[in-house]
């Protein structure tokens, strides 16, 4: 009987994440990432902190949706650079333009603006954009997320299944109040 147990507790421990919470790990993880790569661009380019993204929190989900549609439905093309960037550069400048216009037809404000960049679209997407999205579709399917999916598993491995489930969840429920909070904030009557 003691036997059984311990078997018990040995599958219990090393109980892995599902497909939905590994994506879910992945879009709060690389949200964060493209905030940080946000927030010291800002820095650079002004000098000084400036917050970055919708939300309150450390996250610009755009990055975090992004790197989802890399990872399930672009990845298969890693060994097809060109059609991975033009795929790429067409995919993400649509999703930025509609991102970019849902916003302001919601809040009336501006999250980014290229009227003044070269073969731009409405200020909402540049033919500079659209050429970097293609360019950070091959860094990021060839290089980046095989290093990253392979230390994050590894850190992964080593935290318990209940841990990592709770702090998913809990980040699903703070990306939650903090999108209406978000919205609440900038919505104008």
Not at 1 to 21: A, N, P, R, V
Not at 89 to 117: K, M, P, Q
Not at 144 to 150: D, E, N, R
Not at 156 to 174: D, E, G, Q, R
Request: proline share 2%.
């Amino acid at each position: 009987m003691e036997h059984i147990h311990s078997k018990m507790i040995i599958k219990k421990g090393t109980k892995k994440l599902s497909k939905f919470q590994l994506y879910l790990f992945y879009f709060f993880l690389f949200a964060f990432f493209g905030w940080l790569m946000e927030t010291a661009y800002s820095f650079v380019m002004l000098g000084h902190f400036t917050k970055r993204g919708f939300l309150y929190g450390p996250l610009c989900p755009l990055y975090g949706y992004g790197a989802l549609i890399l990872i399930l439905f672009l990845g298969k093309y890693r060994k097809h650079s060109f059609k991975l960037f033009v795929y790429s550069a067409v995919i993400f400048s649509v999703f930025e333009y509609i991102t970019s216009y849902v916003l302001e037809v919601l809040f009336h404000s501006y999250w980014w603006d290229y009227r003044n960049d070269f073969f731009n679209l409405n200020g909402r997407i540049s033919i500079f954009y659209s050429f970097a999205w293609g360019i950070i579709a091959i860094l990021f399917v060839g290089h980046l997320y095989p290093f990253i999916k392979k230390k994050a598993s590894f850190i992964l491995s080593k935290v318990s299944y209940s841990l990592k489930a709770f702090l998913i969840n809990s980040a699903c429920v703070i990306y939650v109040v903090d999108t209406i909070l978000s919205c609440v904030r900038y919505f104008q009557f």
